[in-house]
């Protein structure tokens, strides 16, 4: 493993920080922590006496119960704090807090927020180890770790896959975080959505481009993006992040970005459909897909648990994945 990765850093706030070795790692660790959730008692030793604090400032369903669950699992204590439960509300500030939760000691801790760069700052304020759980537009690497893992799991390698991301693009960190690790592993990149939602500024077909992110292609065809694809990714329309209307209504992007079950036939035999959830049903996926035998969202979810406990589990000290 590189010696600069992301265990030795103590931290995971960007797609960035991993090498393919780091990931190689997590997924290989992933796959045996799932054995974990197939038992009658779901839970192991190796972080007893570790304290995780959960601080998720911005609303969380999904992601907060898998970092809980995966903590528990693996025997840590878990703190949960909410921006509405916390000093916050009273006027502290995001710096003030964290330093008081440092004095504390804990080992770890999880960061969401609805602001780009808040898991960094406080990785900068703190002394233990921090874990992006998604902040603003900028990056969601532990939901891309999950899709990877459930891509690796049905598909096999990436490699030469071609997978397609569909949707608001501009407003997806799971889209940022995804589009660096499945490149990483050699993957074919397809992203689709309206003009509005695509951040051309950020986003490059060009190699030799010096920064941003890579794709191999860009389109504002919902049919050529899914033909030939072996994964659809569809991406929820953020209308919390949408402070301008990027598109005239929903009901006109669900006729031409709503992904239909007549739409996937132009897909590669057996394909895959991703949903990083919750579902906007009826506009970015109609009930035929999200319900159909394509659709992966669930397993999603199963394996968030595995990779977060993978996670948890090489930052605070485990070893290799043999001994999980």
């Known amino acids: 493993m590189s ?25 290989n660790t992933a796959s045996a922590m ?10 192991i030793p190796p972080l007893r006496g570790k304290t995780i604090i959960n601080c998720f400032l911005e609303p969380s369903t999904r992601t907060k119960t898998s970092f809980e669950i995966a903590g528990k699992r693996l025997s840590a204590d878990v703190i ?27 080992d770890l801790v999880v960061v969401r927020s609805q602001y780009s760069g808040i898991p960094l700052r406080i990785s900068e304020w703190i002394d233990c180890a921090v874990v992006n759980a998604g902040d603003g537009r ?21 490699d030469n896959l071609n997978i397609s991301i569909i949707g608001d693009i501009l407003n997806s960190r799971v889209a940022r975080s995804n589009i660096i690790l499945m490149k990483l592993l050699g993957a074919n990149i397809t992203l689709c959505g309206p003009a509005t939602l695509l951040p051309v500024c950020d986003i490059s077909c060009d190699n030799n ?21 072996d994964v659809v990714m569809m991406l929820r329309i953020q209308t919390e992040r949408l402070n301008e ?8 992007y ?30 970015e996926i109609s009930p035929e897909v999200a319900d159909g035998p394509w659709c ?10 595995a990779v977060r406990m993978a996670v948890l589990y090489l930052l605070l000290g485990g070893g290799s994945a043999s001994n999980a």
Do not use: C, W
């Open 80 to 106: 949960n704090i909410s921006a509405t439960g916390s000093s916050l509300s009273k006027g502290e500030t995001i710096k003030d807090m964290a330093r008081n939760l440092s004095a504390m000691k804990p």
């Open 209 to 229: 481009r010096p920064a941003g992110l890579v794709v191999d292609r860009v389109t504002n065809s919902l049919k050529e993006a899914v033909t030939g694809a």
């Open 245 to 252: 209307k990027k598109f005239p209504n929903l009901r006109e």
């Open 296 to 305: 992966v969202m669930l397993d999603q979810v199963t394996n968030g648990v």
């Open 3 to 27: 010696e600069k990765g992301f265990t030795q850093k103590r931290r995971l706030l960007s797609a960035a920080d991993l090498t393919i070795e780091d990931v190689e790692r997590i997924l």
């Open 138 to 158: 900028h990056e969601h690497p532990t939901q891309s770790l999950l899709d990877l893992f459930t891509i690796r799991e049905k598909k096999g390698p990436l």
């Open 254 to 283: 669900s006729k031409l970005y709503g992904l239909s079950p007549e739409t996937l036939k132009l897909a590669a035999k057996d394909p895959l459909v991703l949903h990083p959830g919750p579902i906007n049903r009826g506009v």
């Open 34 to 43: 799932k054995e974990v959730s197939t038992r009658d008692v779901k839970k």
